[in-house]
């Protein structure tokens, strides 16, 4: 084994060998792979080797096409097998819902550039002879789904990277990890010390206890898994290979395996494996078979595949592997650990594999994933997802791995894990809670305790006209919002303008000011949208997307303050309440000495005040379009500020609000939000973000390519959408039509009560976006007519936010 290495990667599974393999094909060859046991040893050799190109976020169903596509390439280059077979899968909906929500899945595929084709429960039938039609209402094909073989593929990714310059040493523990001063890292091994510039943690079932060696607690837990493969079936002989398929409605999934058929399943009551500590004696090892614990799914298989009950089971697989809490990856650098990455939380190896390693080996090479990844950015959880939290969660996601998300549904493990000091008060006011980061917040108010709980349903629910009804509130008086669920940071220090003036794009606002700005990367992509509040010369409040904050404190060790400047995360530090309506002003003002009027405190002003007793920041701003103040307090005032609200909102008709209706009413005014209408693969330009953008400030992260897309225009535009709708509103990943072409997709959509109608916003090719007419939305597989909409839906100048 060689003594020092550009990257060590740890761990030898179908994500450690992807990584190496496209560490040497983007050019770093001096790369060292470090194995406990031989390749595949840990979850992978066991593996069912299925794999797909579907996912729940489109960026991450792109980069399962592009594994997919991969193992040809690795075949030639390797000269090693990956046991390929695609004969295509099926899809089985058993009930109306789920033929909804395959209708939606082949919509979303259709700007991925899938050829997914719908058929019904008698095409099913002929197309997959082992079902029993009467089971089913009809199903989905997708010609690019198969399986590979598990040793195959990663032996291929080895010996492709191998061909290319790389090592591999097997029979070989990392047992420690050391940092070194200057950023690089000591691998302390059972065979000598490495020492590397760069550590890529993809030890999979081990991903935690790698991580501890370094002080890290990752999100991801190992949870038992269970097939079986049948004898074989008299039917499939001298046939051409089943599909695979899954059977939503038995949480199964099936392949052929030589003459049987390989039967898995994702059982309700899942049992983790190892919740602690991975035992390091576990070597291409397998758990004792529990057919009792998967009993009910195998029922009701044997049932809707009726001659897999007429042959014996040949063997039974339960093995471990590992997921995050929502289920996708954990991928990229770790803030606060330099030259640091991981790639682990794979549940499904062989269709995200290769997709893992590209990005990133694009990461370390290029300083840049080169794709929108924050489904799979390890960023995405913060130090509130602890082991526990993980376990709730992990299990909760793989009892519904076969389950449908609803657009509206709210999952209930690990909650209510974070409240705000109001929580009780707006539970007692009926609140409907939502779940972000593990923050209770309320998304409606229900007339009554017994009417606060919201129907699951791709269509209108019942939250609908309550929701309506804290529209109109805001639109003619005024309501009252919790904002604490947002990120929070506090730039103080002599240089913090000049700081926040190299890492933002718009310019640092005076004293007393607000500006919007976003923030980009090198090249010039939307990367985070904040709000600059400057309280004093030195010192400036930022307001931003909570769940993105591990992410910009990564970006921020990257391009850090000078001395004395200190960014510091104050999210839950500073907790907020918003008063929006026509009538918030005069509200408020009851409320402060300070004058509001709007002479002395115009829109996006920004001022310390009291309210009653209370000391607060408090802002002149608006996302709902109306006029409208942000208050943000410390949490220990948080309480007596609601009182002090509510109490004296009675008078004017004050009513609270939660975020289905700020959703709404932001989508009535085209504003965006992050992780929705801006993303990493957006120009600020094409955002219609542009104004934001101040190129007469001098030099900025990402000024030279936001500059040429500004001169070349872009190639997409946000633009909105009134919706022929009918009694379901867009959700979002929905196509755009334009003269029988699919052109683009929708990021928002909901109904705006104010304006009266269905809305969406979403991208379409730039040269489309002065077209009106002849634009259609697919709804629920229904192409529903749309209009462009050339300027916000309600009060475009802008003048109700301003008045
Ligand atoms: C029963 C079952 C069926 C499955 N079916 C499918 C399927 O059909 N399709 C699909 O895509 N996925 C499937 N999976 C999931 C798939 O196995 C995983 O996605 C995949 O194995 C993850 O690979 P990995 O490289 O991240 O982890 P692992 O395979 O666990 O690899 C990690 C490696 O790191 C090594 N290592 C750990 N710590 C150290 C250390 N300190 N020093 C040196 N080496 C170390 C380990 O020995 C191990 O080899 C299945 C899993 C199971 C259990």
Avoid at 256 to 264: A, I, N
Avoid at 624 to 648: C, F, H, K, N, P
Wanted: proline residues 5%.
């Amino acid at each position: 084994m060689k003594s020092s290495a550009r990257v060590v990667v740890v761990g030898g599974g179908v994500v450690g060998a992807s990584v190496l393999y496209h560490l040497t094909k983007a050019g770093w060859k001096d790369v060292l792979l470090i194995e406990r046991g031989e390749l595949t040893c840990g979850s992978t050799w066991h593996a069912a080797g299925g794999m797909h190109t579907l996912n729940g976020d489109p960026n991450v169903a792109r980069l399962q096409q592009y594994t997919i596509n991969l193992y040809r390439e690795l075949e030639r280059i390797s000269g090693q097998s990956c046991g390929l077979h695609m004969p295509g899968g099926i899809m089985l909906a058993g009930t109306r819902e789920r033929f909804d929500w395959l209708k939606m899945a082949k919509a979303r595929g259709r700007y991925l550039g899938m050829e997914l084709e719908l058929i019904s429960a008698d095409e099913a039938a002929k197309v997959f002879p082992i079902v029993d039609k009467k089971y089913f209402v009809g199903a989905l094909l997708d010609p690019i789904e198969g399986h590979v073989d598990p040793y195959g593929v990663t032996h291929a990714y080895a010996k492709a990277a191998q061909i290319a310059g790389a090592e591999v040493v097997r029979h070989t523990r990392v047992v420690d990890l050391k940092p070194r001063a200057d950023g690089s890292w000591e691998v302390i091994t059972e065979a000598g010390n490495v020492h590397a510039e760069h550590v890529v943690n993809a030890a999979g079932l081990w991903a935690r206890e790698v991580g501890r060696m370094v002080g890290l607690e990752l999100p991801v837990l190992a949870m038992q898994h269970q097939y079986l493969i049948t004898e074989d079936l008299p039917a499939l002989k001298g046939q051409k290979e089943l599909l695979t398929s899954i059977d939503f409605e038995g949480e199964i999934y099936t392949r052929q395996e030589r003459g049987g058929v390989l039967l898995g399943t994702y059982e309700r009551a899942g049992v983790p494996w190892s919740p602690v500590e991975t035992p390091w004696d576990f070597t291409q090892s397998l758990l004792p078979e529990d057919l009792e614990r998967i009993a009910p799914s195998l029922e009701v298989g044997f049932r809707h595949f009726p001659t897999l009950a007429d042959v014996g089971i040949r063997k039974v697989v339960n093995g471990p592997f590992t997921f995050a809490p929502d289920g996708n990856p954990l991928v990229g650098p770790i803030r606060g650990l330099k030259n640091f990455w991981v790639a682990c939380g794979v549940m499904a190896g062989f269709s995200q594999g290769g997709g893992v390693g590209l990005t990133l080996s694009q990461w370390m090479v290029e300083g840049d994933p080169g794709a929108d990844v924050w489904a799979m950015d390890v960023a995405r959880y913060g130090d509130w997802a602890t082991l526990a939290y993980t376990n709730a969660k992990v299990r909760e996601n793989y009892s519904r791995r076969f389950r449908i998300r609803f657009p509206n549904e709210e999952l209930p493990a690990a909650r209510p894990l974070r409240t705000t000091p109001v929580y009780e008060r707006l539970q007692a006011a009926h609140a409907v809670f939502g779940d972000y980061c593990g923050l209770e917040h309320p998304l409606w108010f229900a007339p009554s305790a017994a009417e606060a709980h919201e129907d699951i349903t791709f269509h209108r629910s019942n939250a609908h006209a309550h929701v309506a009804a804290e529209c109109r509130a805001v639109h003619e008086s005024v309501g009252l919002l919790e904002i604490s669920n947002y990120g929070k940071f506090e730039v103080t220090g002599p240089a913090s303008e000049e700081w926040l003036s190299r890492v933002m794009a718009n310019r640092v606002p005076q004293v007393g000011r607000i500006a919007l700005t976003p923030m980009l990367n090198e090249r010039g992509k939307l990367i985070g949208d904040f709000t600059m509040c400057r309280v004093a010369e030195q010192r400036v409040f930022l307001i931003c997307t909570w769940a993105a904050e591990s992410y910009y404190r990564r970006w921020f060790e990257r391009h850090p303050p000078p001395g004395g400047v200190t960014v510091r995360p104050c999210a839950m530090e500073y907790v907020g309440l918003s008063v929006a309506g026509p009538h918030s002003r005069t509200l408020l003002q009851a409320l402060t000495r300070t004058d509001l009027a709007s002479a002395a405190f115009p829109f996006l002003s920004f001022r310390r005040m009291d309210i009653g007793m209370v000391p607060a920041l408090v802002g002149r701003i608006s996302f709902t379009g109306e006029l409208g103040y942000e208050i943000w307090v410390t949490s220990e005032y948080q309480r007596a500020l609601y009182d002090l609200l509510s109490s004296a909102g009675r008078a004017h008709g004050l009513k609270l609000f939660g975020g289905r209706a700020l959703n709404a009413m932001r989508i009535e005014k085209s504003f965006g939000t992050w992780a929705r209408e801006y993303r990493p693969i957006y120009g600020p330009h094409e955002a219609g973000l542009g104004r934001f953008v101040d190129f007469g400030k001098g030099e900025f992260i990402g000024r030279a390519a936001a500059l040429e897309e500004k001169e070349s225009g872009g190639a997409l535009r946000l633009v909105a959408f009134s919706v022929d709708a009918a009694d379901a509103d867009s959700a979002g990943d929905e196509p755009i039509w334009h003269e029988g072409q699919v052109v683009g997709w929708v990021t928002s959509g909901a109904y705006g009560h104010r304006v009266q109608r269905s809305l969406a916003l979403g991208y379409i090719p730039a040269a489309l976006a002065t077209a009106t007419d002849g634009f259609e939305i697919e709804l629920i597989g229904e192409r529903r007519a749309a209009r462009r909409e050339g300027a916000p839906s309600l009060d475009p100048a802008g003048s109700r936010m301003r008045a």
